[in-house]
């Protein structure tokens, strides 16, 4: 039987399917490539290019290949864009995995792991954040996770379709290799904007507030290697194989890093200085957010293995090689 891993031609699919290949699973990827790429696909994984909103192609890909469980990266990411256009966030993420799920019940799967966010939280207070912390994402985005993960228990109670919601922190790094990583043309987060200062790509990086209440006087966020993230994809497949009940689970390290910290690793990697200029606070960001990650020990027997050192090792080799990501020039 093989895993059919909806969104696999992006940059947390791409390496998550890496994952699922070493692990010795059959793998189809399902992606409109409407913002990932056929080329992140490794070649031991059969491709179908096609859109959670089309049921008859869903349907289709799963009679073709035998496939029990589905692994559902499929959305638009951008937070700050969800707040100028909502309604496409809302068609995207939410009525796309409403048909996607209604199409893979219907072909006989029956096990879902989906990829959710820690913007369901919003600005949470109480640190570290665990599951059963108030939701109350700050923009359309987080809310369509939040939809998503209720639509999911709903399936489960009415369809006995169980499904695990993981709730990524700062996803950050590529492969250990350097060979697949984020294109810059997707990503509006700190490391690479970061990089791409470095790389003269862009301005210098803007430091987003230098008086916080923090240790160094930056915000600080729980960054998680891409690589341990693919490796809480295949823990959580093997999950409900074994039996494993409904549930929504954080991937984070549990350990925050500022942002003077993310600089300074960088520098460590890069062996020069990384431009920065210091600006004011931007209005509605958290001084401080981390993830209590227990459920993911107890449920997954999952731990992160690496930290902020190799997330800008991997980066770095990876920008390197593809300075432009996917669509620029290859070095
Ligand atoms: N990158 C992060 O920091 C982060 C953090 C939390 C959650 N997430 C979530 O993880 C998932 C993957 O994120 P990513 O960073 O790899 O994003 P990405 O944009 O690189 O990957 C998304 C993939 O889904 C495909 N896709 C989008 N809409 C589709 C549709 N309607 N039908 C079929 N394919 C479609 C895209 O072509 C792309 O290959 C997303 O659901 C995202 O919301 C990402």
Request: net charge negative; proline share 5%; hydrophobic share 40%.
């Amino acid at each position: 039987m093989a895993v059919l891993v909806v969104g696999g031609a992006g940059y947390i699919g791409s390496v998550t399917v890496r994952a699922l290949l070493r692990a010795g699973r059959d793998v189809v990827v399902f992606d409109d490539l409407s913002t990932g790429f056929q080329e992140a696909v490794p070649a031991g994984a059969a491709f179908v290019r096609g859109a959670t909103h089309d049921a008859a192609a869903v349907q289709q890909a799963v009679a073709d290949h035998d496939i029990d469980v589905a692994v559902h990266f499929a959305a638009k990411k951008a937070a700050g864009d969800s707040m100028h256009r909502p309604g496409h966030y809302f068609a995207e993420n939410v009525g796309g995995s409403n048909t996607l799920l209604d199409a893979l019940r219907l072909a006989g799967v029956s096990r879902v792991v989906f990829s959710s966010s820690a913007a369901v939280y919003g600005n949470a207070t109480a640190l570290p954040i665990g599951e059963d912390a108030p939701k109350h994402p700050e923009n359309p985005y987080g809310e369509s996770k939040l939809i998503v993960e209720q639509m999911l228990r709903w399936y489960d109670t009415c369809h006995g379709l169980r499904s695990v919601s993981l709730r990524y922190f700062n996803a950050a790094g590529a492969t250990d290799d350097g060979e697949v990583g984020e294109d810059f043309a997707q990503s509006t987060n700190l490391v690479p904007v970061l990089m791409k200062a470095v790389l003269g790509k862009r301005p210098p990086l803007e430091i987003l507030g230098t008086d916080y209440p923090t240790r160094d006087g930056s915000a600080v966020r729980d960054y998680i290697h891409v690589e341990d993230l693919a490796t809480g994809h295949v823990r959580a497949v093997e999950y409900l194989e074994r039996g494993g009940a409904t549930t929504a689970i954080n991937l984070g390290t549990s350990q925050g890093s500022s942002v003077w910290e993310i600089v300074r690793a960088a520098e460590a990697v890069i062996g020069g200085p990384v431009p920065y200029v210091e600006s004011p606070r931007r209005a509605g960001d958290a001084v401080e957010l981390y993830a209590d990650i227990s459920r993911a020990r107890e449920l997954l027997g999952w731990e992160p293995v690496r930290g902020i050192a190799e997330i800008m090792d991997s980066e770095w080799k990876w920008r390197q090689r593809r300075p432009g990501g996917f669509v620029g020039a290859v070095n």
